[in-house]
């Protein structure tokens, strides 16, 4: 399979907890992220992040405010402020998501190990504190502010390379 380069690309450092985002070979911003407190993996129900080469897929969210929370990708009407102590305990997505499809047939595409049938996503959390450090699900997860900010940068399409 050929893939054409995109003007921009999202590269992500599970080792540093970085997101790099670049145009036209320049970096324009790194973030600070957190990928998941699981070993990186790309096998459905491991709960890890997926290596490898993606397409940015879908960008949903876009308008919510702040700490909105997503559930199956559509907007709760609810900041996580509003939830109760036990939701918040648990990692919610909030602000935007912006999901992503595997571009490697057999290691993040395809029966098993797709992402985008995982609903790996970058998206923003209830757990802002957590942030620079591995703790996600298997998603990266981003400040609610800064995955606007990246929310508003990309297009669907561009590339995203997890490492």
Known sequence: MSITPTHR??????ERQELAL???????RVFSISTSKNPPSCLADSYGTPLGLHALADKIGDGAPLG?????????????????EEEQARNLITTRIIRLRGLETGKNSGQGCDSYDRYVYIHGTNHEDRIGEPFSGGCVEMLNAEVIELFNAVH?????WVR
């Open 9 to 14: 690309q999202i590269i992500v450092s599970i």
């Open 22 to 28: 670049i145009s036209d070979g320049v970096i324009q």
């Open 68 to 84: 909105m929370v997503f559930k199956g990708r559509v907007p709760t009407g609810q900041k996580s402020s509003e939830y109760s």
């Open 156 to 160: 669907e399409g561009d590339l995203v």
